[in-house]
């Protein structure tokens, strides 16, 4: 039975099975599916060179697509993938459609890379990316996530999210300043900061004025200089042997995001924080833990 098969119930199955493993209607302004969305495409990158050049232990490779046909669309799984030079997708239709009719199940159909919308790869079987997977499954009440693990045969864990380290996304950005502790470079780790902001924050939670900038300026001197101060007397942290995860992106305003960042330790230990991040200037960068 393939894993497309079990993951939208198209094998003989008890009703309940056939139930819970039904096409999923998502509302288009469902908030932890277009996270979903916008986190796969962010780290396309790494299932793309991962096709190019597979782990022996990457058994599985699928990619999800938009496809739209009239006034309906539906998002469907393409198997064994491939790119050509121009970035378009091409695979075989993996679930039959429902709501389409200009597709069919196991045509082999192409289609440009804007309509990606997830990714997934099975590493003895263990799912990395899977994100709409993942979004459908944090919805389920916590006792009926064991069932949905057993019968989509999938091991689900908090996942390894691929981003590009740089500014150019929130999540970047706080691998740009975990890069930097790792590398214990005080000037890297400063250039990954925005103090004059996180000043602001820290002045609007303590109810404090924020317009002058004054008070602004001398408190985000004060947070610079603790900041070094920190590094220099407690150390680096150290996240080059973390696997870390990024499951939620709450947005407070057009430019100021809380990340949920999920770590997690070679020994199997995890551990939770969230961060601010502002945007500048179309750049990143970190403010300070919630």
């Known amino acids: 039975m393939g894993l497309l098969s079990r993951l939208f119930g198209r094998s003989k199955k008890t009703a309940k099975e056939d139930e819970q493993l039904a096409v999923v209607n998502v509302a288009n302004d469902d908030i932890r599916m277009n996270w979903a969305i ?12 991962s096709l190019i050049a597979p782990e022996p232990d990457q058994q599985y490779f699928s990619v999800k697509v ?3 046909d009239g006034t309906n669309n539906e998002h469907l799984w393409l198997t064994t993938p491939s790119f050509d030079e121009e970035g378009n997708l091409f695979g075989v239709v993996g679930n039959k459609p429902v709501y389409i009719t200009s597709v069919h199940e196991d045509q082999r159909i192409g289609i440009d890379s804007q309509f990606i919308s997830d990714w997934m790869i099975i590493e003895d079987g263990r799912l990395i990316g899977g994100y709409t997977i993942r979004a459908i499954r944090d919805q389920l009440p916590e006792a009926e996530r064991f069932d949905f693990d057993r019968m989509t045969g ?6 390894v999210d691929y981003f ?16 930097a502790y790792d590398e214990q470079d005080i000037e890297k780790a400063i250039a990954c900061k925005n103090f004059l902001e996180e000043a602001r924050l ?16 001398s408190t985000a001197d004060v947070l610079r ?3 070094i ?14 696997s870390r995860a990024y499951p939620q992106r709450e947005k407070i305003t057009d430019n100021l995001y809380l990340i949920t960042e999920i770590c997690t330790f070679p ?4 551990s939770t924080q969230k961060i601010y991040t502002f945007k500048e200037d179309d750049e990143w960068k970190v403010l300070n833990i919630q």
Do not use: W
């Open 202 to 217: 820290l002045l609007h939670n303590m109810n404090n004025s924020t317009g002058n900038e004054d008070i602004l300026g």
């Open 66 to 68: 938009l496809i739209e």
């Open 267 to 270: 020994d199997g230990g995890r």
């Open 229 to 242: 101060k920190n590094l220099m007397q407690e150390g680096f942290p150290v996240f080059k042997d973390l």
């Open 38 to 49: 916008e986190k796969a495409r962010a780290t396309l990158h790494y299932f793309q060179n």
């Open 154 to 159: 999938l091991y689900i864990d908090d996942g």
């Open 225 to 227: 200089l603790s900041f």
């Open 164 to 179: 590009i380290h740089d500014f150019s996304t929130p999540e970047g950005a706080i691998l740009c300043l975990e890069d």
